[in-house]
């Protein structure tokens, strides 16, 4: 096993914490619970993680060597985005093996090694499965293409031009939207749908080979041991049977973010029959881009569906306690009566950081740049206590942790047809000239570094018990230690305006959580909660033992009550 240093503490053993329940451990009396409800996911994007062999783009080998940094974090599950062949058009969401590793990255034996070492350390390691398209260059698409009798002709979706000559249908492709999603195939002078690029063909789900090939690769990586998979755009694979236009209304809107149809549940269901007869609780969480929580959680279905769906208005919501109040209450109106159970994210690799989000929102409301600078930590502090408090599994994406804003990528060096790049760029691991990026014959790395990489890095975070990295992970250690955190009720109070305010409670375990929005201190004497205690404060790294009453400026409490 590849570990740099010495090996972590036992995770969760922090100073003032009470004991460490273990992931997967029963909580409740009598019952018992998935892992997955209590873990706290962390997302690697590979490319942008770790190298071990100085090409400038993470790999395998680079995750492996930082394991026990995510340990001594205290995650329990690690989402891996795409490391499968390809050419890369997507930047590895387009896959032309599902069943192999890129060299890029590493090989299979690298993998199974990550995974047994993942293991070792406690922690669950979940990939990513593309089932939505493959890559052009895919054999099964090299296939179908090469001419209209190829028996695999059916794998993917081809229809004949409209009358005019324009495409099939009205939808518009992902990243441009002046795009269709259809790609004239000349030689045999058909079009092909693609949500995303041209060079990722959707495949078509409605013929049986396809399901079985699919299926085939979920055996794959279940056989290598992976404890499940993060589903890319798992809404898609069922489509409508007539191909119809979109309504005038929603012109302009990606397909991909308006596909819902009825056959995709059934496609699930056998899915999760698939994963769930495999031994050990292995899952899927949903990437179901549809913008509305309450169509999200139709795809968890009776418990027979997605373990999770991600749900992605909080993503997009602004730093706002009104806006943060409507995202939880619509998860509880749609999840909850399921008995499904909520996720929430803050950033991934899609979208701008959320640190960056903020800042900008902000800015757009008018705020001076010196408040913006003064408030743009505090924010991303207390965000991550809201995240790792609230009822559900979080999902934190590399680089929360250090605080990381996005980097401000020049047009010339961007490569990422979505515009992706800036909260993609490379995560700083130490405070060196290259931050822990040595690049072999004047190589650079894939993209350039987080910004204020001298100090937002791994290592001096580390050193310093007041930066947001410790603040993770004491927020992680006490969610662990307090039942009623991971897997409790959730009542919302009654509180200020700017602020909001919840109680977690599980049998005799119950805290509450005091989140301010605004930038000024705020009074909350009238919750009745003077003197509690504080077990977790975002800007302190020792609170005042008793609550005082007064909220600090974007500041977030845990007390326990
Ligand atoms: C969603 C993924 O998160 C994104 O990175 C990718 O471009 C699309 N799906 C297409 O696979």
Redesign the pocket.
């Known amino acids: 096993m590849v570990v740099h240093g010495p090996l972590p503490p036992p995770r969760h053993s922090l100073a003032g914490i009470p004991g460490p329940k273990s992931a997967g451990e029963t909580l409740l009396s009598g019952a018992h619970i998935p892992w997955w409800k209590e873990a706290v996911f962390y997302q690697i994007y590979p490319r942008s993680f770790a190298d071990s062999d100085g090409d400038g783009v993470g790999d395998l080998a680079g995750i492996r060597a930082h394991l026990s940094d995510l340990a001594w974090l205290g995650v329990d599950a690690l989402w891996i985005s795409p490391f499968f062949r390809s050419p890369m058009a ?1 930047f590895g ?1 387009d896959v032309s093996d599902f069943c192999d590793v890129d060299p890029l990255f590493g090989d299979l034996a690298e993998f199974d090694a990550l995974v047994a070492d993942a293991h070792l350390l406690g922690m669950k390691v979940v990939i990513d499965w ?1 089932p ?2 493959t890559s052009d260059q895919h054999p099964w698409f090299v296939d179908a293409a090469s001419s209209r009798e190829s028996s695999r002709r059916h794998w993917y979706v081809w229809r004949d031009a409209a009358p005019d000559g324009s495409p099939p249908n009205n939808w518009v492709a ?1 990243f441009d939207l002046t795009a269709p999603a259809w790609t004239l195939h000349e030689s045999t002078d058909q079009w092909y749908l693609h949500l ?1 690029e041209a060079a ?1 063909p959707d495949l078509n789900w409605d013929e049986p080979a396809v399901v079985e090939a699919m299926h085939d690769t979920l055996r794959f990586w279940l056989d290598r041991g992976v404890d499940g998979f993060r589903a ?2 798992v809404h898609g694979i069922g489509k409508h049977p007539a191909l119809p236009d979109d309504p005038p209304e929603v012109a302009g809107i990606p397909h991909c973010a308006l596909n819902d149809e009825p056959i995709t549940h059934e496609r699930l269901r056998a899915i999760r029959t698939l994963i769930d007869s495999y031994p050990g609780e292995r899952m899927m969480v949903g ?1 179901v ?1 549809l913008l509305s929580t309450e169509a999200v959680a139709t795809y968890y279905g009776n418990d027979d569906e997605l373990h999770l769906a991600f749900n992605f208005p909080p993503l997009f919501a602004p730093w706002l306690a009104s806006r943060w109040a409507e995202c939880i209450e619509d998860a509880r109106r749609s999840i909850d009566p399921r008995g499904a159970w909520p996720t929430w994210v803050l950033s ?3 979208n701008p950081r959320h640190r960056t989000r903020y800042d900008r929102g902000a800015a757009r409301a008018g705020e001076e740049p010196a408040t913006a600078a003064r408030r743009s930590e505090p924010r991303a502090r207390a965000a991550a206590v809201l995240l790792l408090t609230l009822r559900g599994t979080p999902f934190i994406f590399q680089g929360d942790e250090l605080g990381l804003a996005d980097a401000d990528i020049p047009e010339d060096v961007r490569v990422d047809p ?1 515009g992706r790049d800036g909260c993609r760029a490379v995560l700083p691991w130490d405070g060196s000239k290259d931050h822990g990026w040595p690049m072999r014959d004047g190589m650079t790395t894939w993209l350039p570094s987080a910004p204020e990489a001298d100090s937002r890095n791994r290592v001096t975070q580390r050193g310093r018990p007041d930066s947001i990295l410790h603040l993770y992970r004491r927020a992680i250690a006490i969610r662990r230690a307090c039942p009623a955190l991971a897997l409790g009720s959730y009542d919302p109070l009654a509180s200020p305006e700017g602020t909001l305010a919840f109680r977690r409670q599980l049998e005799s375990s119950a805290c509450t959580v005091l989140v301010n929005f605004t930038g000024d201190p705020v009074e909350m004497a009238s919750l009745g909660l003077v003197g509690a205690t504080v077990l977790l404060a975002s800007d302190d790294t020792a609170p005042a033992e008793r609550f005082s009453g007064l909220l600090g400026p974007d500041q977030a409490v845990v007390l326990s009550t």
């Open positions: 997507d969401y593309v939505n398209h992902a995303f990722q890319d755009v990437e881009f991934n690799h899609d979505g």
